[in-house]
């Protein structure tokens, strides 16, 4: 297993752009987070699914983020419009049961809003 | 709801010196505490959880519910370990709160 794959590694854009990042889960696990990494604020949970249904997004920024999860291998997150202060590293991880507390990182996506 | 605070966002010290990396929490259940490390240019990854009780890389973390902490310790810091290392709280529902982070230094 590749582990959890995200793509792209790097994006730049500029500011109002719409902005995507993709995720592919480990296999077999059923459920997946988004975080975003920054150096003022460390490492914060945006969102989470729980096969496939979105359980808590409290971390979601505001309106201009949005996530989904179409099915078990894929999740995306979008921002739409984005703003500077976007400008992180976000990541995407998954994990197996409940009882499973071991969550298994992507390497992550350089946003860079300009 | 549930805080985990690392107080020191940088940590520097010489191979060889031991070190200590602080985290604090609050939690008003049992907590599951873990600490996770991000080595340059590798991904985020578990390093070690309380309930193991286990020593990794030379790495032990002990949970202290009087002082509400479970600060990671080596008694022999060496170059390898520079990373980021972040603490975290497991709530019931499988959520992770992380602390801020804190980056080793070890320098030779």
């Known amino acids: 297993d590749a582990g959890v794959i995200q793509s792209p590694r790097h994006e730049v854009t500029e500011m109002g752009q719409e902005v995507t990042l993709r995720c592919k889960p480990i296999s077999g696990h059923d459920y997946l987070f988004w975080y975003r990494q920054t150096m003022m604020r460390g490492l914060e949970l945006l969102i989470y699914f729980n096969n496939n249904v979105p359980i808590d997004d409290s971390g979601m920024p505001e309106d201009r983020f949005s996530a989904k999860m179409p099915n078990a291998s894929f999740s995306t997150l979008k921002i739409q419009p984005s703003e500077p202060r976007d400008s992180a590293v976000y990541f995407c991880a998954s994990s197996s049961s409940p009882t499973s507390y071991e969550q298994y990182f992507g390497p992550g996506t350089r946003l860079t809003v300009t | 709801a549930q805080r985990v605070t690392q107080p020191e966002k940088l940590l520097s010290v010489f191979k060889g010196a031991p070190v200590e990396l602080k985290c604090n929490y609050s939690y008003s259940g049992s907590p599951e505490l873990f600490w996770y490390v991000q080595y340059s240019r590798q991904r985020l990854q578990l390093l070690l959880r309380?309930?193991s009780r286990e020593s990794i890389k030379g790495f032990t973390a002990d949970l202290n519910k009087g002082e509400t902490s479970f600060h990671l310790k080596k008694p022999f810091a060496q170059e390898e370990d520079s990373a980021m290392y972040y603490c975290a709280l497991s709530a019931p529902s499988n959520m992770l709160t992380f602390g801020g982070g804190t980056r080793l230094m070890v320098k030779p």
């Open positions: 309380h309930i």
